[in-house]
Antibody, heavy 119, light 107 residues
């Protein structure tokens, strides 16, 4: 079955950087666009970015441009999110999510999330 | 950016009763709307997409309707496991956006 397992969360000081990874299994990773969604404690969901199959095409939410970078490695079936210049407002659970099918921009599988605390 | 507004923020319902949740888009999104359920301490899970198509394994008591800017999620005969937070999401254009959520709690 489809599994998305995030890792790399933790406590980071303001101004620091962090890379969250997402190991994918149970489906052909190279055939699906992948997204990141975050959720601040007690708050709603916020879409961050999509990376398409080719790994070169990405679309970021406007507020994420510049500090967030996503990439993917098909040889490792892994998705990455690099976050720089962290602020306390970046404290959230970061979810790796799989698109239902290509160009269907909703999500049928979610990882368990990686908690990032900026303090 | 398309703003998604959900109402009410909290809905108190007795088990066995039905619940009606609303989601409004700031501009027309045709039928490009998804609904998710999030239980405490868990990741969200897909319920409905295309405004009215149930995802695999979703019980028939969940139904979605609407198009354009007004959408509804109806849960008939609420079961104990249905008490959760529900989010709508437009999948019409970038950036993808979610509503603020509706918490369905036990009355």
């Amino acid at each position: 079955q489809v599994q998305l397992v995030e890792s790399g969360g933790g406590v980071v000081q303001p101004g620091g950087s962090l890379r969250v990874s997402c190991a994918a299994s149970g489906f052909t990773f190279s055939r699906y666009s992948m997204h990141w969604v975050r959720q601040a404690p007690g708050k709603g969901l916020e879409w961050l970015v999509v990376i398409e199959i080719n790994g070169a095409t990405t679309y970021y939410a406007d507020s994420m441009k510049g500090r967030f970078t996503t990439s993917r490695d098909h040889s490792k079936n892994t998705l990455y999110l690099q976050i720089n210049s962290l602020t306390p407002d970046d404290t959230a659970i970061y979810y790796c999510v799989k698109e239902f099918e290509n160009d269907k921009w909703f999500f049928d599988h979610w990882g368990q999330g990686a908690l990032v605390i900026v303090s | 950016e398309i703003v998604m507004t959900q109402s009410p923020a909290t809905l108190s319902v007795s088990p066995g009763e039905s619940a009606t949740l609303s989601c409004r888009a700031s501009q027309s999104i045709s039928s490009n709307l998804a609904w998710y359920q999030q239980k405490r301490g868990q990741a969200p899970s897909l319920l409905i997409y295309g405004a009215s198509t149930r995802a695999t394994g979703i019980p028939a008591r969940f139904s979605g309707s609407g198009s354009g800017t007004e959408f509804t999620l109806t849960i008939s005969s609420l079961q104990p496991e249905d008490f959760a937070v529900y989010y709508c999401q437009q999948h019409y254009n970038w950036p993808l956006t979610f509503g603020g959520g509706t918490k369905v709690e036990i009355k």
